[in-house]
């Protein structure tokens, strides 16, 4: 009945109009929405900006050319852009995948290792169902069971009753962030690096497929529609269709593939980035 967001990222200490990069501490938001009306609900009724973490803030910042120039995009160095107004800069998040059971909200802390568990009603911390697992990234859960993991190059199963960890894909990943599943259990997963792609893969690991074209369109040039460009979220319809939202804001898209056959379907563009007091 619900959807939970976490929003990641620095936040200013001070009352100093600029932000300088000492002058911030990092900080998570957890938040809880009606799924169907978008309306807050349970803890975010009382507690919109509701933090669960706060931890010290570094400003390391990379410029976004030398992502593309080198195709070392990777949730190790690349979260997102950093705040607003430095669009051509991006630079690492901690807080990188969310996921929900009936009553527990797991959030995963790429650095620190760490999958923290919180109420789901009450987004109070549960320390106990912790789950400590090597550069975690996309979470995505099966039933109250279950919960699956991106793990630095791997995609790995935890068994949430005595948090065992299994691998279940570890190979042919360059640097994966998103992961969907569909009815019958098969997994896509958005790719980094120099591939650009959303890769699927059996119930059991094993490789079916790659939706779209091996390393992206091109940043620059002739517009490329059978190719991603920093494929993120990703998610798998009924209907068969693979909805993938591209981390880019030159034009921001959201792409349509056939999940069987790869094929593109469709996509959408826009809105533009805003543009305010831009020298552009």
């Known amino acids: 009945e619900y959807l939970y967001a976490v929003y990641c990222g620095p936040e200013k200490t001070d009352g100093q109009h600029r932000f300088t990069g000492k002058n911030a501490e990092n900080r998570?938001?957890?938040r809880c929405y009606d799924k169907r009306t978008g309306a807050p609900a349970r803890f975010t009724r009382a507690k919109p900006g509701l933090k669960i973490a706060t931890w010290p803030y570094e400003e390391k910042l990379v410029g976004l050319w030398e992502f593309w120039n080198n195709r070392s995009f990777d949730p190790d160095t690349y979260g997102g852009l950093p705040r607003y107004g430095d669009c051509q800069y991006g630079e690492a998040a901690e807080v990188l995948g969310v996921a929900a059971t009936k009553d527990t909200v797991y959030v995963a802390f790429h650095r620190q290792g760490l999958i923290r568990a919180?109420?789901?009603?009450?987004?109070?911390?549960?320390?106990?169902?912790?789950?400590?697992?090597?550069?975690?990234v996309s979470l995505l859960a099966r039933g109250d069971a279950v919960l699956l993991a991106v793990s630095g190059k791997r995609v790995v199963r935890i068994d949430l009753a005595n948090k065992a960890v299994a691998p279940l894909i570890t190979?042919?990943?360059a640097a994966p962030f998103g992961l969907s599943a569909d009815r019958a259990g098969n997994l896509y997963v958005s790719d980094w690096r120099d591939s650009f792609q959303v890769k699927v893969f059996s119930p059991q690991g094993k490789p079916l497929r790659a939706i779209g074209k091996p390393g992206g369109r091109a940043v620059v040039g002739a517009w490329q529609r059978d190719g991603m460009l920093l494929p993120r979220g990703v998610a798998v319809t009924d209907a068969g269709e693979v909805w993938v939202a591209e981390d880019d804001g030159t034009p921001r898209r959201?792409?349509?593939w056939n999940a069987a056959t790869g094929a593109f379907i469709r996509d959408f563009i826009g809105p533009t980035p805003y543009g305010g007091g831009s020298p552009f």
């Open 28 to 30: 998570a938001v957890l």
């Open 118 to 136: 919180y109420d789901a009603e009450t987004a109070e911390p549960r320390p106990e169902r912790d789950i400590p697992l090597e550069k975690p």
């Open 171 to 173: 190979g042919g990943l």
């Open 254 to 256: 959201v792409s349509v």
